[in-house]
């Protein structure tokens, strides 16, 4: 079998009941031969795994049955396209439950989307019983089960992503100050630090009236009348994200709403 990862030991678990009650373990896929199996499979392993098999759309019926899951099980062909907005659309209805996925043929671009959209890991077919408890132990444990393949594939992209990121930012803030003087740069620099007026003209060497006139420059070139817009402006400008503190105001507006 191929290496598996999990994380280390002091990962906190989600959702976790079952060092105090059986394992609530709900299979939400179609009733064939692979589902059969699989609940036979877990039966016979450990009898402190409580297994619910419900069909797919019946997870709101079965709900009290299954008395809030520890872990789903989850068909990969039940599976639809947007994946991303099916998974989603479990992690919505059951709030913190582990989430494993199950199936044959699996591609390693596929297993990356489903990781990626906030599954914790998946079972193969190829996989012996022990394996799956394994698996399930895992991620009720709150660690993750993939395929070390597939968890370089995740760092190689965050490195990637970390250095394209940093890589905008830098262009973004050259391109900012190719419209500045150097004087302007020196005093913008010492303004997004949430310096006073007076703190700014000691670091720089300028007078109080000579600090003044430069922010009004810079007021003047960003469109805005004090030095905290200011500020706002210089990070929307930076920000490889539209409208930065659009997003900031309309994110904690949300979360007021919650």
């Known amino acids: 079998?191929?290496?598996?990862?999990?994380?280390?030991?002091?990962?906190?678990?989600?959702?976790?009941?079952?060092?105090?009650?059986?394992?609530?373990?709900?299979?939400?896929?179609?009733?064939?031969?692979?589902?059969?199996?699989?609940?036979?499979?877990l039966e016979a392993q450990d009898s402190n795994y409580l297994?619910?098999?419900?069909?797919?759309?019946?997870?709101?019926?079965?709900?009290?049955?299954?008395?809030?899951?520890?872990?789903?099980?989850?068909?990969?062909?039940?599976?639809?396209?947007?994946?991303?907005?099916?998974?989603?659309?479990?992690?919505?209805?059951?709030?913190g439950v582990r989430m494993l996925v199950f199936g044959k043929n699996m591609k390693d671009d596929?297993?990356?989307?489903?990781?990626?959209?906030?599954?914790?890991?998946?079972?193969?077919?190829r996989m012996s019983g022990n394996d799956i408890k394994c698996a399930l132990?895992?991620?009720?444990?709150?660690?993750?089960?993939?395929?070390?393949?597939?968890?370089?594939?995740?760092?190689?992209?965050?490195?990637?992503?970390?250095?394209?990121?940093?890589?905008?930012f830098y262009s973004k803030i050259e391109k900012l100050c190719s419209h500045l003087t150097k004087r302007e740069t020196e005093i913008l620099c010492e303004v997004v630090k949430g310096l006073a007026i007076?703190?700014?003209a000691e670091h720089v060497h300028l007078s109080h009236q000579g600090v003044k006139m430069h922010l009004a420059k810079l007021f003047r070139k960003f469109n805005v009348s004090n030095r905290n817009q200011?500020?706002?402006?210089t990070f929307?400008?930076?920000?490889?994200a539209e409208?930065?503190?659009l997003l900031l105001h309309n994110g904690l507006k949300k979360r007021l709403h919650l």
């Open 1 to 41: 079998m191929k290496e598996f990862y999990t994380a280390p030991q002091d990962v906190t678990a989600i959702g976790n009941k079952h060092s105090i009650d059986k394992t609530r373990v709900l299979i939400i896929g179609q009733h064939d031969f692979s589902v059969d199996g699989l609940t036979s499979m």
């Open 51 to 95: 297994v619910t098999c419900i069909e797919p759309g019946q997870a709101r019926i079965a709900k009290p049955a299954a008395a809030e899951p520890d872990v789903l099980l989850i068909q990969n062909e039940i599976l639809r396209e947007p994946l991303e907005h099916f998974i989603h659309g479990l992690i919505a209805e059951y709030p």
């Open 110 to 125: 596929h297993l990356y989307r489903l990781v990626r959209a906030g599954v914790h890991g998946y079972i193969k077919e």
């Open 137 to 168: 132990d895992c991620v009720i444990d709150g660690n993750t089960w993939i395929e070390r393949h597939i968890l370089e594939r995740f760092i190689s992209t965050q490195r990637d992503f970390d250095t394209s990121l940093e890589s905008q």
């Open 198 to 200: 007076k703190q700014i």
């Open 230 to 233: 200011l500020i706002l402006a």
């Open 236 to 240: 929307n400008e930076m920000s490889p």
């Open 243 to 245: 409208d930065l503190s």
